[in-house]
């Protein structure tokens, strides 16, 4: 059975901080984010020039959402494009908090 060439796939990179996707093994893009106890918060999305227009920061979201949800954690949502998914994707509002002023610090100091 042979494959698309779009075949992407996602990916979590623990010592990134970030799930990539893959499009034929190389990086199409990326969501960052921190662990804040049993908070993963996302800050950042981004997927390359060279593959825009394909859905992969949809697919790159829901996966890594879903992950979240399998290991027990709740989502916090900084990243605009992420609060956007959520607004969408319903199914994951059990397991989301709210962007607080004392979130926001810690990820300052997180991040330098």
Known sequence: MSQSSTAATVQ???AKHRYEILVDGKRAGLT???DRGEQ???YHTEIDDAFAG???ASQLVQEAL???RESGKRIVPICPYVAKFLKRHE???DIT???TP???QWLDTQLG
């Open 12 to 14: 979590r990179a623990d």
């Open 32 to 34: 960052a984010y921190r």
């Open 40 to 42: 993963r918060v996302f």
């Open 54 to 56: 394909q859905g992969l």
């Open 66 to 68: 879903t992950d979240v």
């Open 91 to 93: 199914e994951f509002a």
């Open 97 to 99: 908090d709210p962007v």
């Open 102 to 104: 004392d979130v926001l």
